[in-house]
């Protein structure tokens, strides 16, 4: 039985949602890393002074401390990698549903959201996008465009924390201050995914009110 033929917004809602299940999917698996890794915190844990001896070596190793560094290494490196995803997951969900907003909102009609990617398959921000979204016109009658907007505001704080600290990490030389500053700003860059995510989820729900009219002439006996 042939397989039935959807139109196009039907799709590309489908493309917004596989984003934002991609992301979640990250964005759990990010957050059990970081439980798994903060398990082996050494402040929290009392190493045990026993050990063993191994023929050739000087110094006896103590198997207590060589497992418990051995898991917290793995796990911090399993924890990188989980953020380096969830972020990226986070971003594609982002930008790809502004993409399809501003798209649907100039009366175009694309099948499925297009993303670009690195050679490394990371994604690549379209340059119409860039640093973040701009303010969408076209939505101003939505119920959550205060906090549509509000999202942005976020993500753009995040953003150019993100920029202020690795233009301060180039400098040669940092004052007490400037280091202070740096590290501040790093705090504040951590929550990108997090709020690139926070507007994703939000972006979603304002792309199924810019298809309102599409679906309503398609339906239009």
């Known amino acids: 039985m042939p397989r039935k033929t959807l139109p196009w917004y039907e799709t590309l809602t489908d493309s917004a949602y596989a984003l934002g299940a991609a992301a979640r999917e990250a964005r759990t698996a990010h957050q059990a890393a970081?439980?798994?890794a903060a398990q082996y915190d050494l402040d929290r844990i009392r190493l045990l002074?026993?050990?063993?001896?191994?023929?050739?070596?000087f110094t006896p190793p103590r198997p207590h401390d060589r497992a418990v560094m051995g898991i917290g290494k793995v796990l911090q490196e399993c924890r990188n990698r989980m953020e380096r995803l969830y972020t990226d997951?986070?971003?594609?969900?982002?930008?790809?549903?502004?993409?399809?907003?501003l798209r649907v909102l100039d009366g175009q009609e694309p099948p499925?959201?297009?993303?670009?990617?690195t050679a490394e398959g990371h994604l690549s921000i379209p340059a119409e996008l860039a640093p973040i979204p701009p303010v969408i016109a076209g939505l101003g009658r939505?119920?959550?465009n205060a906090k549509f907007d509000k999202a942005r505001q976020?993500?753009?704080?995040?953003?150019s924390a993100g920029e202020y600290a690795s233009?301060?990490?180039?400098?040669?030389?940092?004052a007490d201050h400037e280091a202070n500053e740096m590290h501040q700003a790093l705090d504040v860059a951590q929550g990108e995914a997090d709020a690139a995510y926070a507007y994703g989820v939000l972006a979603e729900s304002a792309?199924?009110?810019a298809l309102l009219g599409a679906r309503a002439h398609h339906n239009r006996p």
Do not use: F, K, M, N
């Open 34 to 36: 970081q439980a798994a």
């Open 49 to 57: 002074d026993g050990e063993i001896t191994v023929p050739g070596l």
């Open 89 to 101: 997951a986070a971003l594609s969900y982002a930008y790809g549903t502004a993409w399809a907003i």
């Open 112 to 117: 499925r959201i297009e993303l670009g990617l």
């Open 142 to 144: 939505w119920c959550d």
């Open 154 to 159: 976020r993500w753009w704080e995040c953003d």
């Open 167 to 174: 233009a301060l990490a180039d400098q040669d030389y940092l």
């Open 207 to 209: 792309l199924h009110y």
